[in-house]
């Protein structure tokens, strides 16, 4: 399962593009909301997510996660941070070697936690210091993966950061080949 966190004030289109284009490839996704099942977006959308932790975060069942999306948007990515559950699935994923994936201001997230040391990385314009502060080196791409860690800039490279998650899980062609069924023109790839 790919886990997508949500957290009030949640950039929409970073989260919401990235569930239907993976669910689109016939990957299993559950939306997971910090603070409870409906979770208002940055832009005042309400998204009722899939299901909410409940209890000590430590005693979820993190074993059936593959990968671990977070979202940003402010301050959605504030909220994710401070939450328990997020931090905990993030040291799962770490630990089991899953892939963590985080666009916009989340990228900070991982930095904070040492995960980008060592790493190539990209944020949202005006959080490169907090990835630098953690040890990445930026990269100017608007999505980079570096082993088991992908960044992305912002809303508007969304459907990249979907596919480089995609293909992780059902290979480089069935992600291109989603992207154009949904009417991508071929020059966007």
Known sequence: ????????????????????FLRRCGLEVQTIGIGGKL??????ICVMSDWEPEGR????PWDGFEAVVLPGGLPGTTNLEASEAVQCAIEYARKNRLLIAAICAAPSI?????LLRGKRATCFPGYEAELLEGGASLGNEYVVEDG?????????????????????FVGEAKARDTLLAMQLPERAL
């Open 57 to 60: 975060a430590d005693e979820i």
């Open 148 to 168: 088991d860690i992908i960044t992305a800039r912002g809303a508007g490279c969304s459907l990249q950061f979907a596919q480089a998650i995609a293909k992780r």
């Open 110 to 114: 991982l930095a904070h936690v040492g």
């Open 39 to 44: 979770i208002r977006g940055a832009h005042g």
């Open 1 to 20: 399962m790919i886990a997508v966190f949500l957290a009030d004030s949640f950039e929409e289109i970073e989260a919401l593009a990235t569930v239907d």
